[in-house]
């Protein structure tokens, strides 16, 4: 294990965690799914109707629903479904990121504390040596001193001070090239992770709008709807509004 060998950071089959499966959406996320659904139905029932017969058209546009109303109408639908799918992909992806996370950090744990406990049988009468290496005292609890501690000994356990003991007592060079690999691993997955983070807050925010875009229409029209034509209860049915 010389100083001057690079760590080759080329992952092994098993020292990634890999990327969780697809998690289903929430009961809230479905029943907004189906709701925005069932407006579009609604929707495009109004306008086949509007097109199609001439008396309701009219009726329509007396209270300011002509044609290009109800096709603005399609448009709000549109957007709250478009938004609705970003939000819930980047809801998705926070999830997934979360977990990643959540691996990578136990993965590189699990390796660290052993080679950590390895490394301190060789030196357990060498404080000098345990302070160089960085594995005196209490192992590190913070993810931000298990992040420095597994840097320290990446650097100090190929020195030819330390080297030969090291590798004597399993800390060996595929094994710090292991660490090496999950240590960059959980370093991409907090990148991942914090990206997510930021990221779902205005999907959120476009989402809600869109909705209540979409949401406010369809109250005002079907209020003047069930007045305007309260005398035909069939219609009503068939745009979903009785």
């Known amino acids: 294990m010389s100083p001057d060998t690079p760590i080759d950071t080329t992952p092994p089959e098993d020292a990634v965690p890999q990327p969780p499966a697809p998690q289903t959406h929430s009961p809230q996320d479905k029943r907004q799914a189906r709701e925005i659904a069932t407006a579009g139905q609604t929707i495009r029932a109004i306008i086949a109707d509007a097109a199609g017969n001439e008396a309701i058209a009219q009726s329509l546009a007396e209270g300011g629903y002509p044609l290009p109303e109800l096709n603005h109408a399609g448009t709000l639908q549109e957007a709250a479904q478009?938004?609705?799918?970003?939000?819930?992909?980047?809801?998705?992806?926070?999830?997934?990121?979360?977990?990643?996370?959540?691996?990578?950090?136990?993965?590189?744990?699990?390796?660290?504390?052993n080679l950590r406990g390895l490394a301190r049988s060789a030196f357990i009468k060498d404080p000098d040596s345990l302070e160089k290496l960085g594995i005196a005292g209490s192992a590190p609890r913070a993810l931000a001193d298990l992040l420095n501690a597994?840097?320290?000994?990446?650097?100090?356990?190929?020195?030819?001070?330390?080297?030969?003991?090291?590798?004597?007592?399993?800390?060996?060079?595929?094994?710090?090239?292991?660490?090496?690999?999950?240590?960059?691993?959980l370093q991409e997955a907090d990148r991942v992770q914090e990206a997510a983070k930021e990221a779902l807050p205005p999907a959120t925010a476009k989402r809600n709008a869109a909705a209540q875009s979409l949401t406010d229409w369809l109250v005002e029209f079907k209020a003047f709807a069930k007045v305007q034509f309260k005398d035909q209860p069939d219609l009503l049915k068939r745009w979903g509004l009785k």
């Open 82 to 113: 478009s938004a609705l799918a970003e939000q819930l992909a980047v809801g998705g992806g926070k999830d997934a990121a979360n977990k990643t996370y959540a691996a990578a950090e136990q993965s590189l744990t699990t390796l660290y504390l």
């Open 150 to 185: 597994c840097e320290n000994l990446i650097r100090n356990a190929p020195l030819p001070l330390y080297a030969d003991k090291l590798t004597r007592r399993g800390v060996t060079a595929d094994k710090l090239q292991n660490l090496q690999v999950r240590l960059a691993a």
